[in-house]
């Protein structure tokens, strides 16, 4: 093996979008923006509010002005913005719900001033995946519904309302991670369908996504037999070039999903699952979800020049990906000077949405009256949280509940023997939190005992709605802080 040319770690450097751990950039991160590093993505563990991540990019930027600032915030469930206390906007799910593509515009774009003002460029989102299999572990409300050509017309809205605000959309995960009940950060989900079927369905908000302009697209960890019957969709030349690029026409920067899911890296290693991607035709790499250590960056970028100088993978292909890099950080820069007057008008357009997303279904018949006037008793039913979501970011109804109906008392179960809450709620409204209730045997066992000593129990889903249950039963499509507002809104006939 010859030595490496000098310039290939610069090459190599510029196709990572690494994390860190820290709310402010560790020595490391801004040592390596000088020497090539062109982007790095945030996490809720670098996030305090938006004056802190304000300070923190520009201390990125004080090293490269033109550095990509990356985030995965789908304004939904999974928000790493308002981590700390969930989002005060609905998620795609609640978005399709209402079926407005001028609301969930608006809402992209309100989410888009306040992350150019906190001076983040490119956005992991949104989530274009239709969700076709109720069952999907990791999706649900995180797509905008299980119609196609709902999804690609808020798909489209989606993105300009970010783009409008000057931040590059990011849609994934190509090419459709919808109808699988495996999470691919644990195991290799595999899509089954036929190619007609991924036409109709899977593809159809990646067309609309390029159509729209985006910037980028992040691929799935995704064996789609149909495409590819031996390679996933990251590492895949024929669905990332052969589908992506030639077939679909886009143009911009491919970016994978975080190359230490297992789904990849289980089988082809951590640093060998990177190298394979861009030899397919990723262009960035993104990493730091659970690695976030220079080690980790300097492993993926020793490997990268490493695959050049043995031929593995062609020098053209890393310094195209880089080209495309550097061509997305052009347009971020231009999009940050054509906006810097903007700033985020602090609006109520989330809760107003989330409010247009609960829908009310009830019984004939049905023994409970609404709105109800006297402090609740909430029993809050927590399945097991996915990666994508994470652990930290709070939920549920209770607290806005307690808001308007003072003495509230809630309690949260979260295992499978659920003793019953008729007996301790006694006379008061007994209301029943749920987040995918069609999902979970025992979150399904313990609400038809609830609803068989206490059949006035108010049931409220925090998640997809497949299942209703109960007397009264309120949808409200995610599980935002704005969601539980409008939901305890609608119980109480009150507003905050």
């Known amino acids: ?46 996030v305090v509010d938006t004056a802190q991540v304000a300070a923190l990019t520009a201390t ?19 928000t790493r913005i308002e981590s700390a206390r969930g989002s005060s906007r609905p998620g795609n799910f609640a978005l399709g719900a209402v079926d407005d593509p001028e609301l969930t515009e608006a809402v992209a774009l309100d989410l888009g001033v306040e992350l150019a003002a906190a001076g983040v460029t490119l956005d ?5 995946d239709v969700n076709s299999n109720p069952a999907n572990p990791v999706i649900g409300v995180r797509s905008f519904g299980v119609d196609p050509a709902l999804v690609a017309r808020h798909t489209a ?15 994934k995960h190509f090419p459709g991670h919808g109808d699988t009940r495996v999470d691919s950060h644990h195991d290799l989900p595999r899509i089954t369908a036929d190619r007609a ?55 911009g920067v491919v970016v994978t999903d975080a190359v230490e899911m297992r789904a990849v890296a289980d089988r082809y290693g951590f640093a060998g699952a990177a190298v394979r991607a861009l030899a397919a035709g990723a262009d960035a790499i993104c990493v730091g979800g659970e690695r976030a250590d220079e080690e980790s960056a300097r492993e993926l970028r ?43 008008r602090g609006t109520d357009v989330g809760l107003v949405a989330a409010r247009r997303a609960v829908r009310v279904t009830t019984g004939p018949d049905a023994p409970v009256a609404l709105p109800l006037t006297r402090a609740a008793y909430v ?27 003072p003495g509230t008392t809630t309690v949260r179960h979260a295992e499978p023997d659920v003793p019953d809450p008729g007996a301790a709620a006694g006379d008061r409204p007994l209301v029943l939190v749920v987040r995918d209730l069609h999902r979970h045997d025992w979150m399904r066992a ?34 935002t802080r704005a969601s539980g507002q409008a939901a305890a809104e609608v119980l109480t006939g009150r507003t905050r």
């Open 379 to 405: 029993v809050e039913f927590e399945p097991p949280r996915n990666i994508a979501i994470g652990a930290e970011t709070p939920w549920g109804l209770g607290e806005p509940l307690d808001g308007l109906l």
């Open 197 to 251: 079927r991924l036409d109709a369905c899977e593809l159809a908000p990646f067309r609309a996504a390029v159509a729209a302009g985006a910037q980028a697209v992040m691929t799935g960890h995704l064996l789609v037999p149909a495409l590819d019957a031996d390679l996933p969709a990251t590492l895949s030349q024929r669905i990332l070039g052969g589908l992506l690029r030639d077939e679909l026409g886009f143009s």
């Open 124 to 128: 992991y989102a949104p989530d274009v």
């Open 302 to 344: 020793d490997a990268i020049v490493a695959a050049v100088v043995s031929g593995e993978l062609p020098e053209e292909r890393l310094a195209e990906a880089a080209k495309r890099v550097g061509q997305l950080a052009a347009w971020t820069v231009a999009a940050r000077a054509a906006r810097a007057s903007r700033t985020h």
């Open 157 to 171: 809205a989606w993105i300009r309302g970010l783009q409008g605000a000057g931040v590059a959309a990011c849609a």
């Open 1 to 46: 093996m010859t030595a490496p040319a000098e310039h290939l770690p610069t090459l190599a450097a510029a196709v990572l979008q690494p994390g860190f751990v820290g709310t402010t950039p560790p020595p490391w991160v801004c040592r390596w923006l000088g020497e090539g590093l062109g982007s790095v993505v945030l996490f809720a563990r670098n």
């Open 446 to 479: 313990a609400v038809r005992r609830a609803l068989v000593t206490r059949p006035d129990a108010v049931v409220v889903e925090m998640g997809v709605p497949e299942l209703v249950v109960g007397a009264v039963h309120l949808a409200t499509h995610g599980a």
């Open 60 to 78: 990125l930027r004080a090293e490269r002005p033109d550095v990509i600032v990356a985030i995965d915030e789908e304004a939904g469930d999974v």
